[in-house]
């Protein structure tokens, strides 16, 4: 289970005690039998599954990583385990002793916290909005799910409001949910639901959260006036809820007698008088009319759960424990007044507190309902987002302390001399960037971000840029008042330029005030310049926040990016700026980093720099000239010809029956009535109307269980459809085609005759309730897997379509060149092996190169040839994916070649991977010999020893491959196939 940074700070106490607990109820969590399944709704369990098991993880290109997944369960476990109604509960069983320091309990208990209300606490870059769409997503099928049955639940909603500090974040997020801008309209295919749908969502519950994304989202302009259907998604920016008081004109008594101000009468008897002057503009005028409205919509919902995205825009503080709210908070508490505990408050920021004081008193007030902390320090550990180094050139070290733009006596702005130095220092540091980058990958584009003083200074610095050299396009500057400068068409142009500039070469320096502060999600920014003389350290963070997301995030780049973490926490400069965020920043900031630097995450480089290459020791291997000679093209058969497919009956007396352990030893894990004692299982999962130990799935009878086991089998053999745009629609058809109600029937024949190798009946004294124990469920689903794939049958009729991919489709690998060979017998010019345990890779690789009797050979690369993997059904009957290490052609034939350490060839699964390959091997056999480029094709698996003790004795690589081919047998099953993407 991984947790969070070590918080020792008092004020995050009620993060760490959640964290703590949490981390106790989810043991066992990614087998499958964690407590925290017996504690949540059977949908959440469902969720949970899906989220965060090893069996579902293992499928998927991308899962959420330790500081998601943490933020995602404290969530859960707070608001839906501990079922806390207001922040002061929460305390109470999560962090007791937290209320007897200070003013805490006085605090949580004020009126603003009489609500489930959370905060999230996580650094820059590392994922808030996935987190904001997967509680979203809990929420919703939870809500759906009490009503299908009738239930009121007043932990669970459909109706949701987001909240963005400003137009940036709120532009983020309408893409996040419903796709990117293209010509005007949305593409929702290019949102996070629908592009990360494998992550976000189970399957069977895809066409349902679609379905509410695409049609209950309203933007700002349309809450309240949009029709949804049962529910919502309210996005909007935090200006359409300010000024509420400004609706409330202060009420004077009415004392009887008492004159009454002629303005008083006035304004009772007239209509209001459009000016400017009265601040009365049609503008404010229209505007007010519908903040009122929305208000009033918001205030008469019955429930609704509101995300706060970057919520540190929430207080203002005057002094400590005297915080004053910003009007827009304002409106969320009278919103939440009338919902109690219906009204749910997500706060989302990577710096949750106030800075209080100044000088040596100055110090941070972080928010009190901080329920995760997910810091800086945890990302840049984890290698979650780029490393920060400090650029420290001599000239600016030798600046004065004041740098900030020189102005003349009526107040125009000038940049100053150390301003000009360090945007100079800046585009040296950017131009070496480019340069290494584009050696390596010319696709890459590094960006500069230079963040100015005020809106006045922000054109001086576009204009000097532009003087040392840069073209106009080449500069953006980008502020609060550009939308307002700019046609509604003419910005959107701007936005999409903005947002897409790590595709583009254009612009190549940023330039902002405080605009881009947050919500600018890309990845390129490299090189940060501040330009300023004094900054808080909540804006500080937030700038330098701008560049950490990832910009090379291949697995390729891993080894590289972990040898700089590990230089920089030994005090060392980095080897390369591989995922490296430059800071031009003048010396009289250091404190700024202190923490950081001694915690030893922030380096320091200097003007020596310049002389050693960004990209450290990584090179691209290229296609070699004639390539051609040394090329693979492997055959996917994309149609059968009259394919027929059979599916024989089971045999069920073929069957094994259960044998771990005995029926009775079965029973004595289930106790009588309602709820069953756990003895040797330790997980306790709710299911229907029973609680029985070591569960896996959810069900209200005998009938159900069928139904449900049935679901399981048939998905768990299923052919996963490729993702994104490289879809193969051949492929796009179940793996396994059986006919369920004949499944459901063996299923059923076997459990009452074969599974306990005598007559069962399942409905006898309610017997059917041990067929819920993951044992059992474990076993009946791996024996049906392996019967019904030995039960397919295919009969081919006429000739069959055949398309080729060729290995030089990929034009270069990238790799370290201290971890890579030179070698003419294939189609690049070096080959690469891993840098920790890579000598049997090695070796073979030298072994290959030399032996006369091989005529090409390639390394084939998870990464990049993604087109050759070979699917397999793994030992617990979930489909998975593979690739082979090494193509290798001699004379004789074409070899799939596994190389793995001798412990472990016997591994069950390297077991089920050699019979996929044998088995699609076999199958390509059967082609015409123009098909399979005129030679056989085996696979190998190469275990250590063996190769070794063949190499020792100086004999041929190609007579230890043909020696180690697998053979097939006369009853060998299809199980694999290459997946063509």
């Given at each position: ?19 703590e607990?949490t ?5 066992g969590?990614?087998?499958?039998v964690?407590?925290?399944?017996e ?12 989220w ?18 943490q933020?995602?369960?404290?969530t ?20 007791p ?13 004020q ?10 606490k ?9 987190v ?30 987001i ?30 639901v ?6 976000f ?36 920016n935090w ?14 008594l ?9 303005q ?9 008088m ?33 995300f706060?995205d970057?919520?540190?825009h ?9 915080v004053s ?7 969320l508490s009278r919103?939440?007044f009338?919902?109690?505990?219906r ?11 106030n ?28 290698g ?22 020189e ?14 130095v360090?945007l ?5 540091k ?15 584009h ?13 054109p001086?610095v576009a204009?000097?840029l ?30 999409e330029?903005?947002?897409?500039v ?20 890309v ?7 501040p ?6 350290q909540?804006?500080?963070?937030q ?13 390729e ?37 202190d ?10 480089t ?7 290459s ?10 070699r ?7 693979f093209?492997?055959?996917?058969i ?18 094994p ?6 029926r ?16 040797d ?21 005998y ?39 004949a ?27 041990v ?24 009969e ?40 920790k345990?890579?000598g049997?890779e ?37 489909p998975a ?25 016997t ?36 275990g ?38």
């Open positions: 289970m991984s947790s969070t940074s070590t918080m020792t700070d008092p004020q995050l106490q009620l993060a760490a005690g959640l964290t607990k981390t106790q109820l989810c043991i969590l990614e087998s499958g964690a407590d925290i399944f504690l949540v709704t059977p949908t959440t369990a469902e969720l949970l599954h899906w965060f098991s090893d069996d579902a993880c293992a499928t998927r290109r991308f899962n959420f990583h330790s500081g998601q997944r933020a995602i369960l404290n859960i476990v707070a608001h839906e385990v501990l079922k806390s109604p207001n922040l002061l509960d929460l305390y109470k069983q999560a962090a002793d937290a209320l007897l320091t200070g003013s805490r309990m006085g605090e949580v208990a009126a603003k916290h009489a609500h489930p209300k959370y905060c999230l996580m650094a820059t870059g590392t994922g808030k909005t996935w904001l769409q997967a509680l979203l997503i809990w929420q919703m099928l939870n809500k759906s799910a009490a009503t299908a049955e009738d239930l009121d639940d007043p932990r669970f909603t459909r109706q949701f409001l909240v963005a500090p400003g137009l940036i974040v709120y532009e983020r997020l309408l893409d996040a949910f419903c796709g990117k801008l293209r010509n005007g309209m949305r593409d929702f295919s290019t949102s996070d629908a592009q990360c749908a494998e992550l969502i189970p399957e069977i519950y895809r066409d349902q959260v679609f379905g509410f994304v695409r049609g209950n989202v309203c933007d700002k302009e349309n809450i309240g006036l949009k029709a949804t259907g049962n529910g919502m998604i309210a996005i909007t200006h359409l809820l300010s000024e509420v008081d400004e609706l409330e004109e202060e009420q004077e009415d004392v009887p007698g008492l004159m009454l101000k002629p008083r009468v006035i304004d009772a008897l007239l209509p209001v459009p000016g400017k002057s009265t601040g009365n503009s049609l503008d404010v005028l229209d505007r007010r009319y519908a903040r009122g409205g929305v208000l009033d919509f918001l205030i008469g919902l019955p429930d609704l759960m509101v706060n970057e919520a540190h929430i207080h203002e503080v005057k002094k400590e424990g005297d709210e910003v009007e827009w908070q304002k409106s919103i939440a009338s919902k109690g505990r009204f749910v408050q997500m706060d989302f920021s990577a710096t949750p507190y800075d209080v004081g100044s000088g040596k008193t100055k110090k941070k007030v972080y928010f009190p309902h901080i329920i995760v902390d997910f810091d800086l320090k945890s990302a840049m550990r984890a979650l987002v780029k490393s920060l180094v400090l650029d420290r050139r001599k000239e600016i070290g030798a600046l004065p302390l004041e740098f900030k733009a102005r003349d006596d009526d107040g125009n702005p000038t940049l100053g001399q150390g301003q000009r360090m100079r220092a800046g585009l040296q950017l131009r070496k960037l480019e340069a290494d980058f584009a050696a390596i990958d010319p696709s890459r590094p960006k500069m971000l230079v963040v100015c003083e005020d809106t006045t200074v922000s001086l204009q000097f532009q003087d040392e050299g840069l073209n106009a396009d080449e500069v953006m500057s980008i502020d609060s008042g550009k939308k307002e400068e700019l046609k509604p068409a003419e910005w959107n142009i701007v936005r330029r903005l947002f897409d790590d595709k583009h070469a254009t612009p190549r320096v940023i330039v902002s005030v405080l605009m881009l502060r947050e919500g600018f999600d990845n390129n920014i490299c090189v940060i310049v330009l300023r003389s004094s900054q808080a909540i804006l500080l963070e700038t330098i926040g701008r560049g950490l997301r990832l910009m090379w995030r291949d697995e780049y891993s080894d590289l990016k972990r040898e700089n973490r590990e230089r920089i926490n030994q005090g060392k400069e980095p080897g390369s700026l591989i995922d490296i965020l430059s800071i031009i920043e003048h010396p009289a900031f250091q404190s700024f980093y923490e950081l630097m001694a915690a030893g995450l922030v380096s320091e200097s003007e020596d720099s310049d002389n050693t960004s990209t450290g020791d990584l090179i691209a291997a290229n296609l000239d004639g390539y051609q000679e040394f090329d093209a492997l055959p996917f994309l149609h059968e010809a009259d394919e027929q497919m059979e599916h024989h009956a089971v045999d069920i007396t073929t069957l029956p259960f044998g771990a352990m005995s009775e030893a079965l029973q004595g894990l289930l106790g009588k009535g309602d709820t069953f004692v756990s003895q299982l330790q997980s306790s999962t709710l299911f229907g109307d029973y609680r029985v130990d070591g569960a896996v799935m959810n069900v209200s009878g009938n159900d269980f069928l139904s449900r086991i049935t679901r399981r089998i048939a998905q768990a053999l299923s052919q996963p459809l490729p993702k994104g745009n490289k879809i193969a629609y051949h492929l796009a058809s179940p793996y396994l085609q059986t006919n369920t109600a499944l459901t029937g063996w299923l059923e024949n076997y459990i009452r005759h074969q599974l306990f190798n005598e007559s069962f009946d399942p409905m006898a004294d309610e017997n059917w309730r067929l819920l124990l993951q044992p059992l469920v474990d076993h009946i689903t791996k024996v049906f897997a392996m019967a019904l794939v030995d039960a397919e049958h295919k081919m009729l006429g000739s069959t379509e055949v398309k080729h991919r060729h290995l030089s489709e990929v034009e270069k690998l990238m790799m370290r060149e201290s971890n890579s060979v030179t070698v003419n017998k294939c189609i690049y010019e070096r080959l690469p092996f891993p840098a345990n890579g049997l090695r070796a073979f690789i030298s072994w290959a190169q030399a032996d006369a009797s091989i005529t090409a050979f390639c390394k084939i690369s998870e990464t990049r040839h993604e087109f050759a993997r070979l699917r397999y059904v793994k030992e617990d009957g979930m994916f593979y690739s082979p290490d090494f193509l290798v052609r001699s004379e004789q034939a074409i070899y799939l070649v596994e190389t793995k350490a001798q412990q472990q060839v591994h069950p699964n390297v077991k089920r991977k050699l019979k996929a390959a044998s088995s699609w091997c076999n199958r390509i056999n059967t082609l015409e010999p123009e098909e399979r480029s005129s030679l056989l094709w085996h696979y190998v698996l190469l250590e020893a063996t190769f070794y003790d063949w190499h020792s004795k100086g004999a041929r690589l190609s007579e230890l491959l043909e020696f180690s081919r697998l053979r097939p047998t006369a009853d060998q099953s299809l199980q694999g196939k290459l997946a063509l993407n």
